[in-house]
């Protein structure tokens, strides 16, 4: 994908003072990187509210800076967002470098239908990651990852980290034998809950009773 652009101006206006920005329709933020100075930006609301709606954490994006003739390629790193609202209130830009290799989380996107669940009555699937943590140069950084959830047919079976396919250039670093998702028997995952809310209450019953023998 093409990397989307984003047009900034240098900011002059630091501290609390960037509430009179913020008021202006204009949100502050900075640029910084591995061996360069942080630079202190601003952007328009709404040009920066379109961007965040079509990237992601992984996304290059090209930000032209008012005085550069070159525009500096970024990724979003941090969004500071008021609580009530959302709308966002600080922007941070991480520059990148073409041969430097980036960490990064990276969603996972499930998509088809398991076999198992209309073949076996009871049956649910136990989502235990969203994300895995890679590692890439920033061109071969992927949007996310997608998880093939066509392969589950049988009860038990599992989807693992290794089992999901990355492109060249991508190395996961999470333990590839971790479960992403897996097919349980809904009744069975109940009557597990329900007995170690048992065994809880027993062993809180127990406390209680040793707790009134010893006030005796």
Known sequence: ?????LEVARRQITGKKVRSLRRQGIIPGNIYGHGIDSVPVQ???KALKHLLSHVGRTDLVLLKVNGSKEPVRVLVRDVQRNPITDEPLHVDFFQ???TDK???EVPLEFVGEAPVLERVSGTTL???MDSLHIEALPDHLPHSLQVDLS???DVEQSIHVKDIPVS???TVLNDPEQV???VAEARKEVEEVAAAAEVAAAEEAKEGEEEASEED
């Open 168 to 170: 060249q250039g991508v």
């Open 1 to 5: 994908m093409k990397p989307l652009e």
């Open 151 to 153: 392969v589950l047919e």
């Open 180 to 182: 992403v998702v897996k």
């Open 102 to 104: 980036i960490k990064a």
């Open 126 to 128: 136990l989502y235990l």
């Open 96 to 98: 990148v470098r073409a």
């Open 43 to 45: 952007v328009d609301a």
